[in-house]
């Protein structure tokens, strides 16, 4: 196992292994699997490009020689921060197919973000994109380069730019070619990549990824979401993150031998147009790009699309509320299907069988008959059924501790290996699951996490912050948005520069306040030292009110 990792204690790995869920193939075996049973089958559309199933498998071929030339070795980790191009599975599974494990970073993560991956990793190689989305990723490499002095390799996908260090995917390839493909050496019970996670303390946390867990929920998901070789899945988020990757994901598509269409964004007018043009019958998205398609189709504005095509709409990642819900089959014409998840592992799905209310209310029910689950008080005793709690859950691809974190572990998991989630729900008689809200320090914004004590730590660096607190306030559309409450020291600073202070620090922009509040003091929370944690509660109780129109400040 990969040092700094916790395995599953060996009666649960031995369970699992007789239970067929763990069964010993590896991400690389799992794509030359595909690619001898659906060669000819188109697996990947993104942009111009359209490749088979053995397209890719020579693809992985060619990369991993090329990257192996490069000097990138079996164990090595490598950061690979791209947005939905398809070479995004050319470098992946060539990674895998190096034994090499990738590191995802969301493509809207800046320096702060990048420089922590590749640092709390040592990674080998840095993989970006040029410029994406009117960013240069190149200039994030480059900095990140100097200011930690790794990785020792980039890797582009595009033009490098002539940069000394920087060598283009196409040149990878090139080194790559008509050279025998590194002998896959990866062993299926040891970590194959690892997830960044949302994250409730100051850095984020790094979320280890064994190929017998993962492949077990890839199996179990496509199973679940009923994929065939006929299923064509578009994704609108970004391909890296675990729920377009695995929930059923990419991984869950080529599984089944379908295709999957890469959208460059998720706007109703990008992926209606794809979805029309490639025939799409199952997609994935967040509430806010649910709400934009159903206000998108309502109004009329796509009336000439032809969307009979699609069968499913999943929605999962924040809360997607009933009323909501029940518009996806009136306004699109398809199925929803909830999805209720965590890179760290459980995924919960509402069922095709499921009655219309039990999908439209409930975020679902656990993948695995042995995903454990615990609904406790704050005493961590068990609630009755009905009532809620926080989420606590084991299982066959629930991690049992984050990477090189062993404090950080020793609050996140309990002694006997739950993880604590932080998601308060409760549990029906079905034994669906209802998200009622959170215990833990995260900020939901439509999705995508912030912690809080991250973002305060980089406020704090700023002279005039005496002191910070980051709350979550409620929003109409993406659920809930950032408002960082300041003391000042001294004159209080400008709003717009403390913002542009974050993103020069080069943090992510969905990671910056969406408000910005100036107090004289925060409240009293009691005697002695105070918890940040108190002091967020007790801001939030103080100052919460409705949250003004959204100013765009968060980009
Ligand atoms: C997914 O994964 P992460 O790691 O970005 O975030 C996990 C957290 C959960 O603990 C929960 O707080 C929240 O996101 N969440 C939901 C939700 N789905 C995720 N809260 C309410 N309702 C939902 N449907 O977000 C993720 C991973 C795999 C599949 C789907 C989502």
Redesign the pocket.
């Known amino acids: 196992m990969l040092a700094g990792c916790t395995p599953w204690p060996p009666e649960f790995a031995a369970r699992y292994r007789a239970a067929g869920y763990w069964t010993g193939e590896t991400m690389d075996a799992f794509l030359r699997d595909r690619a001898r049973r659906f060669a000819g089958r188109t697996a990947v559309v993104g942009g111009a490009e359209r490749w088979t199933y053995a397209d890719l498998d020579a693809r992985a071929d060619r990369a991993a020689a090329g990257l192996a030339r490069l000097g990138v070795a079996p164990g090595d980790r490598v950061v690979v921060q791209l947005p939905n191009v398809p070479e995004v599975f050319e470098v992946v599974f060539g990674l895998f197919r190096l034994g090499a494990l990738p590191v995802y970073a969301l493509p809207a993560h800046r320096r702060a973000e990048v420089a922590h991956l590749c640092a709390a990793t040592e990674a080998a190689a840095l993989v970006v994109a040029d410029v994406h989305a009117g960013f240069d990723h190149r200039d994030l490499a480059e900095r990140v380069r100097a200011e930690t002095g790794g990785p020792a390799r980039v890797v582009v996908v595009g033009d490098a730019g002539g940069r000394a260090g920087f060598t283009p995917l196409a040149e990878v390839r090139r080194l790559g070619e008509g050279q025998e493909p590194p002998a896959p050496a990866a062993d299926p019970a040891d970590v194959a990549f690892l997830q960044l996670?949302?994250g409730t303390t100051g850095l984020p946390k790094l979320i280890p990824r064994t190929h017998d867990d993962y492949l077990y929920s890839v199996r179990a998901s496509a199973e679940i979401c009923g994929l065939t070789p006929d299923t064509v899945y578009l994704s609108a988020l970004p391909v890296v993150?675990?729920?377009p990757m695995s929930?059923p994901g990419f991984l869950g598509v080529f599984h089944a031998g379908g295709t999957v269409v890469l959208a460059p964004d998720p706007s109703p007018a990008t992926c209606l147009a794809l979805i029309e043009a490639h025939r799409v019958t199952n997609a994935a998205v967040v509430p806010p790009v649910a709400l934009l398609w159903l206000d998108a189709v309502a109004g009329g504005a796509h009336a000439d699309r032809d969307l009979s095509c699609l069968e499913v709409l999943q929605?999962?990642?924040?809360?997607?509320g009933a009323e909501a819900a029940r518009r996806v089959p009136a306004v699109l014409g398809c199925r929803l299907q909830?999805?209720?998840?965590?890179?760290?592992g459980l995924?919960n799905y509402t069922r095709a069988d499921d009655p219309a209310e039990t999908v439209f209310t409930t975020?679902g029910r656990p993948i695995s008959p042995d995903d454990e689950i615990r609904v406790v008080g704050p005493d961590g005793a068990e609630v009755p059924e009905g009532r809620p709690g926080e989420l606590l859950t084991r299982g066959p691809y629930t991690i049992r501790g984050y990477y090189n974190a062993p404090e950080h572990n020793a609050r996140a998991f309990t002694p006997d290996g739950f993880y604590r989630?932080?998601?308060l729900v409760r549990r029906t008689p079905t034994g669906h699951l209802v998200?009622e809200g959170?215990a833990k320090d995260?900020i939901?914004r439509g999705?995508e996490?912030v912690a809080p004590e991250e973002v305060e730590n980089h406020l704090l660096a700023h002279p005039g912050v005496h002191d910070a607190a980051v709350v979550a306030v409620p929003d109409p559309y993406l659920g809930e948005r950032a408002c960082a409450y300041i003391v000042p020291r001294g004159a209080a600073p400008g709003r717009g520069e403390l913002l542009a202070f974050l993103r020069e620090r080069g943090l992510a922009a969905y990671k910056i306040p969406d408000r910005v509040e100036f107090v004289a003091a925060f409240p009293a929370t009691g005697v002695g030292k105070t918890s940040r944690r108190d002091l967020r509660a007790a801001v939030r109780a103080a100052h919460a009110r409705p949250a003004p129109a959204p100013d765009g400040a968060g980009g």
């Not at 909830?338 to 760290?344: C, I, K, N, P």
């Open positions: 996670s949302g993150h675990n729920f929930s929605v999962g990642g924040a809360k997607f909830q999805v209720f998840g965590m890179a760290e995924v975020q989630t932080g998601d998200v959170r995260q939901n999705g996490k």
